[in-house]
């Protein structure tokens, strides 16, 4: 099949599945730091499992593609992306309590399932209220804020795997590490979690939930677009220390400028491209070597335009 015929066959597949789909649709209009260039076909599913298997009939079909949460942690470049782009609807992800577990869909908002563990008295997800993306997001890089990491709660994962069978791994299986995990590397799809919670009081956990929040109202730059941490940690420090201490606080490339409020954000001041923040990123890690010695190495997945690249 040429190109085309991939995409067409591809798009015909969702449309007999019940999605929704965008051709030619800018990838900023679905990116927490709003830039990136167009993408040639953009999927909607109705729910997780049917991005697994959209996924993998492009996989089958040799069709570069991706499955697309929030858009929170990922750059795209001002080239787009040349293939299919699949996601599930935004708030089409479902949330259910039992006991001291809640388990989820993939596409559920992370913030969704802050507060069903609220309405449960369930203690353990407050360190991630704020924290934007989905919750196959979370599970793929082991979402962590404020001394609390996925990896202490989740029970297990259910996934969808290349061969087309479901599995559901347990929490040692699923190789959680510093902003990373098994899916990282293995093709397998997530469609949802369980999470391992306590019993708790409601008021306690509102009011940490209240604490957390205001903090990041405080100390983060929110109301300008952002992937969140734009580095890791490097070992023994802070990526936002070192970038302060090599004076790169406020530090611009084009519209792109590392936050004066915290120094492991990057903003988007009002059009910047990809680019711009590409070269900020090198700016910053080659200005942070030379100064400190350490590297800083980003948190945010930089999508190529095009497999292979």
């Known amino acids: 099949m040429t190109y085309r015929e991939k995409l067409d066959f591809i798009a015909a597949s969702a449309a007999e599945a019940g999605c929704r789909i965008l051709k030619d ?3 900023a209009s679905h990116t927490s730091v709003r830039t990136g260039g167009n993408c040639d076909l953009m999927i909607f599913t109705p729910d997780s499992e049917t991005a697994a298997k959209l996924y993998f009939k492009c996989k089958a079909i040799e069709l570069y593609t991706m499955v697309l949460g929030n ?13 299919a782009i699949i996601a599930a609807e935004y708030g089409s992800g479902e949330v259910a309590c039992d006991g001291e577990t809640l388990t989820a869909s993939a596409s559920a908002q992370l913030s969704a ?31 962590g804020a404020y001394g609390g990491e996925i990896k202490e709660i989740v029970e297990s994962v259910r996934a969808i795997l290349p061969s087309g069978k479901s599995k559901d791994f347990t929490a040692k299986e699923l190789m959680l590490g510093y902003r990373t995990s098994r899916f990282a590397d293995s093709g397998e799809i997530i469609t949802g979690a369980t999470f391992r919670l306590k019993k708790g009081n ?8 209240d604490e957390l929040i ?39 490339v084009g519209q792109a400028q590392i936050s004066p409020k915290h120094a492991n954000f990057i903003i988007n001041l009002g059009g910047a491209t990809s680019s711009d923040i590409i070269g900020l990123i090198e700016h910053a890690q080659k200005t942070v070597e ?20």
């Not at 609220?118 to 209220?129: D, K, Q, V």
């Not at 109202?217 to 090599?246: H, N």
């Open 25 to 27: 649709e800018p990838l």
């Open 71 to 83: 858009g929170s942690n990922v750059l795209f470049t001002d080239d787009g992306f040349r293939g």
């Open 113 to 143: 399932v802050c507060k069903a563990a609220l309405e449960n008295s369930l203690t353990g997800l407050e360190f991630a209220y704020g924290i934007p993306g989905t919750v196959g997001g979370a599970v793929y890089m082991n979402a």
């Open 202 to 209: 409601r008021e306690e956990i509102k009011a940490k939930m």
């Open 214 to 252: 205001n903090r990041r109202r405080e100390r983060q730059p929110l109301e300008y677009p952002s992937f969140g941490s734009a580095f890791k940690r490097p070992a023994g420090t802070y990526a936002g220390l070192v970038i302060e201490q090599s004076g790169l606080k406020g530090a611009r």
């Open 290 to 309: 030379e100064k400190t010695g350490y590297f800083l190495e980003p948190e945010v997945r930089l999508i190529p335009s095009e497999a292979d690249k």
